[in-house]
């Protein structure tokens, strides 16, 4: 506006208040030529940093977080890969335990659970707990004894195993991020609480591939009972490509639907798969890229191998009678001799998958189709002593086996055995009833085998087993420590999805270093 006459001068423009206000600003942030001058420093940066990352002249501390995708070879997803660096173990096996197994009656001995039993728990603190109110603080019902040369004090529960302490490496002070099993399964499997993530297996098998191409790089093998609470979401590929899937086997049906239907001739069988080829073939010609046609191309094709492969692979009737009996399949007549001797069979398969090639097994104990909270797993809410009085006899002796077969055999000196469960219990006993709470504030996983120390005890739980007290534990950091035993690095291994770089172990987690031989 002139200031003279008011009235507009010639060629300007009549400001709005608005426009006024903000070309009145003078803040060097909103200076246009310097905002752009500083951005194009920005975009400098970040090219320089990936120039210097492909030049290997990057920090290490940064060079780490740049992702690490395999190749995938086209149709051979289960190829060999190498890993990243050195890798102490080449297969890996998980023995789970559904339903929370209780660490307090097992493998973490607190004699001040002993000293204050039938009291209340110490501390004014909130218990956070499943099914309601707590009683008193409970010990366990079965006794700790010293065991081996490293004296790990280890439970009557399952002396077979105990007789094994010195080849085992505890990690007491486990912590989970939620208390319901469904959760607690996926959190322990595949690093989330939800639904729809890679489980560890299917990562490893994206990673690595497998040496075997006959038989399945990943399987999954559930208790005889039935399958655990969250049942193939254990063994999910989530977003990666379907081929990572884990493939479900049991010693008494090893793979279904695998045999050619009677009445169907070798060469009407051999034709068809010809034919289905031919059109799969001409579908990948036209929408190339197709991870899900892929994987389904590549499952035919090892299907028609696994043909031949499996059923040798499956059949235990040239076990001799000794391996039958280290593992305990050679009792039967009552029902928990039944149920263990089931549980022994697949123990001996996934040990002659291991023996074979296979990459990764996941061997389940307890199961929940079956009778649920306590009666075929290992929730003891209610009757803990005679749930377990089950349940212990059930999986001690066939896992105990399994870890001298693998030994006896120079398979563990290659294999890292990890066994683990979704949280442990309370100390104490629920209130109106005669089992314990569920618990993942402090648990107990163990491991054996390749690259771990031997009669090593790592982390703790407080006085009473409560809360992991000491070098706490996460998930993540379990997780990524058994990355780095196979030669991956948990902050690289991911795959891009929904426009983010997707990680076994979110961005979270560091290698627990101290356990490592």
């Known amino acids: 506006m002139s200031q ?50 492909r030049g290997g002249l990057l920090g290490a501390g940064v060079a780490k977080k740049e992702p690490f995708r395999p190749g995938l070879a086209a149709g051979k997803p289960y190829a060999p890969r190498p890993p990243q660096e050195m890798a102490r173990a080449r297969n890996v096996l998980v023995i789970f335990c559904s339903g929370a197994c209780s660490h307090l009656d097992t493998f973490d001995y607190k004699p001040e659970l002993i000293r204050r039993h039938g009291q209340s728990m110490p501390g004014q603190e909130k218990l ?26 280890i439970s009557e529960l399952v002396p077979h195993l105990a007789e094994l302490a010195d080849e085992l490496c505890f990690i007491h002070s486990m912590r989970g991020k939620t208390n319901t099993h469904g959760p607690g399964e996926n959190f322990m499997s595949t690093g989330y609480t939800l639904d729809g993530f890679p489980s560890l297996g299917a990562w490893v098998t994206y990673a690595l591939g497998s040496a075997d191409q006959s038989l399945p790089a990943y399987v999954a093998i559930p208790d005889p009972r039935g399958k655990p609470q969250n049942s193939v ?24 639907n695998l045999s050619r239907p009677e009445g169907v001739s070798v060469s009407t069988d051999a034709a068809t798969r010809h034919f289905l080829q031919s059109l799969n073939q001409a579908h990948a010609e036209q929408f190339p890229g197709d991870g899900e046609l892929a994987a389904r191309i590549a499952s035919y094709e090892l299907a028609a191998r696994m043909q031949l492969a499996v059923p040798e692979v499956a059949d235990l009737a040239g076990e001799p009678a000794h391996i039958l009996k280290l593992y305990g399949a050679d009792e039967g007549g009552t029902k928990v001799k039944d149920t263990r001797a089931a549980y022994a069979r697949n123990c001996i398969l996934a040990r002659r998958l291991i023996e074979k090639g296979v990459r990764f097994v996941q061997l389940f104990n307890g199961a929940y189709q079956t009778g649920g909270e306590g009666v075929s797993n290992w929730d003891g809410h209610k009757d803990l002593f005679n749930q377990y009085s089950v349940h ?43 089992g314990r709470d569920h618990n993942p504030s402090g648990f107990t996983c163990w491991l054996a085998g390749a690259g771990v120390k031997k009669g090593f005890s790592y982390g703790a739980t407080d006085e009473w087993g409560y809360q992991a007290r000491e070098n706490v534990v996460s998930v993540h950091d379990f997780h990524a420590t058994i990355l780095a035993l196979l030669g991956l690095q948990h902050e690289q291994l991911t795959y891009y999805h929904n426009g983010l770089e997707r990680r076994l172990t979110d961005v979270e987690g560091e290698v627990v270093q101290a356990i490592l031989a």
């Not at 956070?128 to 004090?153: C, H, V």
């Not at 063994?235 to 793979?255: C, K, M, N, Y």
């Open 392 to 434: 212990g006899p059930v999986f001690d002796k066939p896992t105990a086996g399994l870890l001298v077969d693998l030994k006896q055999r120079g398979l563990l000196e290659e294999t890292l055995v990890v066994w683990c469960t979704e949280f442990g219990r309370m100390p104490t006993f629920q209130k109106g009833a005669m």
């Open 233 to 256: 979401n254990n063994w999910s590929p989530g977003f990666l490509p379907a081929a990572f899937q884990g493939t479900e086997f049991s010693a008494t049906r090893a793979l279904r």
């Open 128 to 153: 956070i707990t499943f099914q309601g109110a707590q009683g008193a603080l409970n010990k366990s019902p079965w006794e700790f004894r010293p065991r081996g040369r490293s004296g790990k004090m």
């Open 4 to 53: 003279e006459s008011g009235q507009p001068q010639v060629g300007a423009r009549a400001e709005t208040g608005v426009e006024s206000g903000l070309n009145n600003i003078r803040h060097p942030l909103l200076d246009r030529r310097r905002f752009l001058g500083r951005s194009a420093y920005g975009l400098g940066a970040v090219a320089l940093v990936h120039l210097l990352q």
